[in-house]
């Protein structure tokens, strides 16, 4: 019989939960009217990159997948090969932007964009990294 995580585990894991709900609810709010705006949800994957953006709009992108990924990363990937995190926890973000991403193409109200994936890709390639490098900085001091 395996044993529970410890405490601080299950905590990042229930952190982790709670990024997940504000990462969707920010990526989809206001939530209605549902109804198809293109040809397809995944339109703006052929769109090429949006001619007008923010600064803003790309750290805020970045940042709340790193964080999103370093939470996964600390809460989920803690026993894993770092690299086989890495991979993991980057490709289950990005898949994730990719579902939130099309889910736009369904409100009026927001836009998808190709750079949006690209760049919350980019924020999870970036925190899950950082949380391998802290997992395995953790178990070589038998954390």
Same mark, same amino acid.
């Given at each position: 019989m395996e044993r529970p995580p410890p405490r601080t585990q299950t905590l990042t894991r229930a952190l982790g939960l709670l990024t997940l709900a504000g990462v969707v609810f920010a990526t989809l709010y206001p939530f209605g009217p549902w109804r198809l705006q293109a040809a397809s949800p995944f339109a703006f994957l052929g769109a090429g990159l949006p001619r007008y953006w923010t600064g803003f709009d790309i750290a805020?992108? =970045?940042? *709340?997948?790193?964080? =999103?990924?370093? $939470? !996964?990363?600390?809460?989920? *990937?803690?026993?894993? #090969?770092? =690299?086989?995190? $890495? #991979?993991?926890?980057?490709?289950? !973000?990005?898949?994730?932007? =990719?579902?939130?991403? @099309? #889910?736009?193409?369904? +409100?009026?109200?927001?836009?998808?964009? +190709?750079?949006?994936?690209?760049?919350?890709?980019?924020?999870? +390639?970036?925190?899950? @990294? +950082?949380? #391998?490098?802290?997992?395995?900085?953790?178990?070589? *001091?038998? !954390?």
């Open positions: 805020s992108n =970045l940042l *709340a997948y790193a964080v =999103l990924a370093l $939470i !996964c990363s600390l809460g989920w *990937a803690a026993r894993q #090969a770092p =690299l086989t995190g $890495i #991979a993991v926890v980057s490709a289950a !973000c990005s898949v994730l932007s =990719l579902g939130l991403e @099309s #889910a736009q193409g369904y +409100l009026p109200t927001r836009v998808p964009s +190709l750079l949006d994936w690209l760049d919350n890709s980019l924020g999870a +390639l970036t925190g899950a @990294s +950082l949380g #391998a490098v802290l997992n395995r900085a953790a178990a070589a *001091a038998g !954390c």
